[in-house]
């Protein structure tokens, strides 16, 4: 006997919960989470991870980065030789 | 450090690398794409090189000051990145993406800086050769806010404290590495299995598993 409140169609897959949470998942597998409260609690917690992900701030190096890579980098010559630094 | 060969992919920068102080520069190199970039820099033109640098230093440094949480090492792995690569310019391949060689270079020295790390003494319970409570607690590896009253450390306190650093930081290095170029530099899976050297597969499996940690970290305390 199938059990009360079993969805109609299979869970969501790993990769179906990041299609869902970019709004990339197509609408006949996104119609799963109205059935299904386990796929839509996870759905809802990776949303809210990967959206946090996407907000992490960059860092920048210490001021004068550039040139103190630039101090140990051989820029070469057209003739295909280094040029002094 | 191993020698990189650069993956496959396209002539594009990635969606979130930016052009920083664009409106400094020339406008060639503002808008040029990295390929034209480099082939600038392969025929000699200096401000190619610092070009590259300024376009990269921002994710570069971000992703290794994320894998090994010490601002001033993530220095100096982005500079020993960027030296690598500026001075190997030449073995770049147009047919490969620029944006993926480089994160390549950057990742393989975070690895093997953390695998050094942890060969030489650095683990939770000290040094394999402490023999007193003091020579453990001296080498145990110290993690986020216990690292000390600094000012570098306060400042990283201050950069990667927050709820999520702290769970990315518990991740396995692999862990880490995947979820950081998927999901904050928005990498594709086959990209991050050419930067990485990995099977695409593994690839898939390791952001899975990274994803349900950080969900089971961060639960707790967010519902």
């Not at chain 1, 709004?23 to 409260?37: E, K, P, Q, S, V």
């Not at chain 2, 949480?69 to 792995?77: G, I, V």
Request: one cysteine or more.
């Amino acid at each position: 006997m199938a059990m009360q409140n079993e969805p109609s169609t299979p869970h969501l897959t790993p990769a179906e919960f990041e299609l869902w949470a970019e709004g990339l998942l197509d609408t006949t597998r996104t119609m799963h989470l109205a059935d299904c409260a386990a796929c839509l609690t996870t759905g809802e917690r990776e949303r809210r991870l990967l959206r946090e992900l996407v907000q992490l701030p960059r860092f920048a190096p210490e001021f004068g980065f550039v040139e103190r890579v630039m101090a140990h980098v051989r820029v070469p010559t057209p003739s295909g030789d280094f040029r002094a630094k | 450090m191993r020698l990189e060969s650069p993956p496959a992919g396209d002539s594009t920068s990635d969606a979130r690398s930016g052009v920083i102080g664009a409106k400094d520069r020339p406008d060639d190199l503002a808008g040029a794409s990295d390929q034209q970039i480099v082939a600038w820099a392969n025929a000699g033109r200096e401000d190619a090189f610092h070009e590259i640098v300024r376009r990269y230093e921002r994710p570069i440094f971000s992703l290794l000051y994320r894998m090994v949480r010490d601002r001033a090492l993530a220095e100096d792995l982005a500079q020993e990145t960027f030296i690598k690569v500026l001075n190997g310019i030449r073995s770049y391949r147009p047919e490969y993406k620029f944006s993926s060689w480089i994160f390549k270079v950057a990742n393989n020295a975070a690895i093997d800086h953390l695998r050094r790390r942890a060969i030489d003494t650095l683990s939770l319970d000290g040094a394999p050769d402490a023999r007193t409570p003091d020579e453990m607690q001296s080498t145990a590896l110290q993690l986020g806010d216990e690292r000390g009253e600094s000012p570098l450390a306060e400042l990283e306190s201050r950069e990667l404290g927050g709820q999520i650093d702290r769970a990315i930081a518990r991740l396995r290095p692999e862990y880490r590495a995947c979820i950081l170029l998927r999901h904050v530099e928005g990498y594709a899976y086959e990209e991050i299995a050419q930067i990485l050297d990995l099977p695409l597969g593994t690839v898939k499996t390791y952001i899975h598993r990274a994803r349900n940690e950080l969900r089971d970290y961060l639960g707790p305390v967010r519902e």
